[in-house]
């Protein structure tokens, strides 16, 4: 017979094991996959050609890592319900932990925010240096739910103006 410690234990193992279960890697963005650009070239990551950036920028600042930590949890629902909302297939469709992410703080308007620049992690195959992107921008014209563009406020922990790439 089942003691209630027993019972305990075996409700609490099986709730560990659901949690465990599910795809985290689906809901996660990877924190290895996500570089703060260097100060002079952070204002060039508004140069896309196709969609929206901030500006005119006023100025550029370093965000911190705490900065960094707070916006890849508030970006990771906004991510995964663009791309709920996309017109790729369920069965298609990437997990989030695939893109990789450039943050530039930026001045704009008087106020700092910083600007994400993400990508499907296939777009690395295309460069020979595979540190680049720590550097320097990526910038790619079309390439629809492969790439995205995100503002946050660090003032009040929010994502706004997401947006996929267009579509050739």
């Known amino acids: 017979m089942a003691t209630p410690t ?3 234990l075996i409700t609490t193992l099986l709730a560990v094991t659901a949690a465990c279960a599910r795809p985290v890697s689906s809901q996660s963005l990877r924190a290895g996959r996500g570089t703060v650009l260097p100060a002079g070239s952070a204002a060039d990551i508004v140069r896309q050609c196709s969609r929206g950036t901030p500006g005119p920028v006023d100025g550029v600042w370093t ?3 705490a900065d960094i930590v707070a916006l ?5 629902p906004v991510l995964v319900d663009a791309l709920k909302h996309s017109s790729i297939p369920d069965s298609l469709r990437p997990p ?3 893109y990789y992410r450039q943050y530039a703080g930026l001045v704009v308007g008087g106020k700092r925010i910083i600007y994400v620049n993400g990508f499907d ?3 690395l195959h295309a460069y020979t240096d595979s540190t680049e992107w720590h550097r320097t921008p990526i910038v790619v014209c079309d390439g629809g739910e492969g790439f995205f ?3 946050y406020d660090p003032s009040s922990l929010q994502v706004r103006h997401f947006q996929f790439n267009g579509n050739a």
Do not use: F, K, N
Request: no cysteine; hydrophobic share 40%; net charge negative.
């Open 121 to 123: 992690d296939d777009i």
């Open 6 to 8: 027993s019972i305990v």
């Open 72 to 76: 890849d949890r508030a970006l990771a």
């Open 96 to 98: 989030i932990s695939r």
């Open 63 to 65: 965000p911190t890592s």
């Open 149 to 151: 563009g995100a503002e």
